[in-house]
Each structure stands twice: as structure tokens, then as C-alpha cells.
């Protein structure tokens, strides 16, 4: 196992270093991931949005407009991820569905689906970063590593668990 450490690549070394990490990152402070990259996505769309429609009326205090835009749209955008995350859900429901059920039962399911998103959102986000994060970091491990598949799924299993249990403790 150590000679293939050694054998491997610099950059196939440093690739999964870094995927090691982000996975790392994203199995145990996923949910504060998630909320802190929409803050900055809608703040940044806030900003320039801001900035580009007042720029005629207040010229130099541009950059004033941009950085309440910035705040008050990624404040925004972090208060209504869930309302996001339940119509998403919902929409890819009906979707399935309606195929499938009458359309007044496929909208009924999307509705039901909408709220359980909605009330169940932090502990959805926290299972699935903490299953996405694991995967990552066995991708991470992998590039310079063997490792074969019962313990790659011991680990993925044992890192989802133990992220989730990270991610939830005291909510």
C-alpha cells in the first residue's frame, strides 16, 4: 500500500489531497457550506443586479448600492433556500409522476412533497452533504490509493454516519 503512495504522480497526489479535504469539509460542515455558498451566490447576483440599476441615479456611491444589494439578496436567498429546495423537489415529482398517476394525484404528491422538504430541509441537506462529502473524499483517496469496494462502502457508510451525527448534534 505504501509503494503505491510512493509511485503515484505529484499531481494525481495533490488532486486527491484536495479531494480528500473538500470531501472532508463537506461530510462535516455541509449544511454550513451549502447556506454560505447561496449567501454568496445571491449576494453577488444582489450586487451586481444593485449596482448596474442604480449606477444612473447615484454615479459614485455605486458601490454602496452593490453592497446592500449584495447583503439583502444573499440574506434573502438563505431564507428562502428551503422554499427553493421544497419547489425543486415538488417540480421533479409532478414531473415522475404525471406520466404515471392522473394529474390531480401527481400534483397532490408534489404538494405533499413541497412541505416534507420544507420542514425535513436541514436534515436533508446535512444526509446528503454528509453522503456527497464521503464520496468525495473516497475519490479523493482513491487517486493514490487501492482500495477495494467492501471497504470503500465501510467507509462511505461510516463517514455518512458519522457526518450526519456531526452535522445534527444539539438541532
Known amino acids: 500500500m505504501l509503494e503505491n503512495l510512493l509511485q503515484a504522480p505529484l499531481t494525481s497526489l495533490l488532486m486527491g489531497l484536495i479531494l480528500a479535504l473538500l470531501g472532508l469539509i463537506l461530510v462535516f460542515m455541509g449544511r454550513g457550506v451549502i447556506k454560505f455558498t447561496a449567501f454568496l451566490i445571491g449576494g453577488i447576483i444582489g450586487g451586481l443586479a444593485a449596482s448596474t440599476m442604480m449606477a444612473p441615479y447615484f454615479g459614485d ?63 436533508t441537506v446535512a444526509v446528503g452533504t454528509a453522503f456527497l462529502g464521503s464520496l468525495i473524499f473516497l475519490a479523493g483517496i482513491k487517486q493514490f490509493i487501492p482500495i477495494d469496494i467492501y471497504l470503500s462502502l465501510l467507509i462511505v457508510a461510516v463517514l455518512t454516519v458519522v457526518g450526519c451525527i456531526v452535522q445534527l448534534r444539539g438541532r
Open 61 to 123: 456611491a455605486t458601490i454602496l448600492a452593490g453592497v446592500i444589494g449584495f447583503i439583502l439578496v444573499g440574506a434573502l436567498t438563505q431564507l428562502l433556500l428551503p422554499v427553493g429546495a421544497g419547489l425543486v423537489a415538488a417540480a421533479l415529482t409532478y414531473l415522475f409522476l404525471k406520466p404515471l398517476l392522473n394529474t390531480i394525484f401527481a400534483l397532490i404528491i408534489a404538494v405533499i412533497i413541497f412541505f416534507a422538504v420544507l420542514m425535513l430541509f436541514n436534515k
